[in-house]
Nanobody
Framework: VQLVESGGGLVQPGGSLRLSCAAS????????????MNWYRQAPGKGRELVAG????????NYVSAVKGRFTISRDNAKNTVYLQMNSLTPEDTAVYYC???????WGRGTQVTVSS
């Protein structure tokens, strides 16, 4: 199973980015809609932090307090993709963002987000 993140880049403070994580797999029985999906991030010199999560159906979401009201996680099970819409970005949001699938604990390789003027 592969998770491939995209959409990162350099953005000015106050700007927006939309991250995508596309899942694909040849594992027998792989069904994207069975997985709870998370976005994590890791800033330079810091540990990996859970940012947001979404249930398999998409009806339930949760966020770390630092991003509530600014980030929105969503998913399209028909496209095997999970998204992270990030608004009102600050330099403190600078990190590598990773996609994670549970309960199998699959990880993507990450996409860099840099917020700087």
């Amino acid at each position: 199973v592969q998770l491939v993140e995209s959409g990162g880049g350099l953005v000015q403070p106050g700007g927006s980015l939309r991250l995508s994580c596309a899942a694909s797999g040849s594992a027998s029985g792989f069904t994207f809609s069975n997985f709870y999906m998370n976005w994590y991030r890791q800033a330079p010199g810091k540990g990996r932090e859970l940012v947001a999560g979404i249930s398999s159906s998409g009806y339930s979401t949760n966020y770390v307090s630092a991003v509530k009201g600014r980030f929105t996680i969503s998913r399209d099970n028909a496209k095997n993709t999970v998204y992270l819409q990030m608004n009102s970005l600050t330099p403190e949001d600078t990190a590598v963002y990773y996609c994670n699938a549970q309960p199998a604990n699959y990880w993507g390789r990450g996409t860099q987000v840099t917020v700087s003027s």
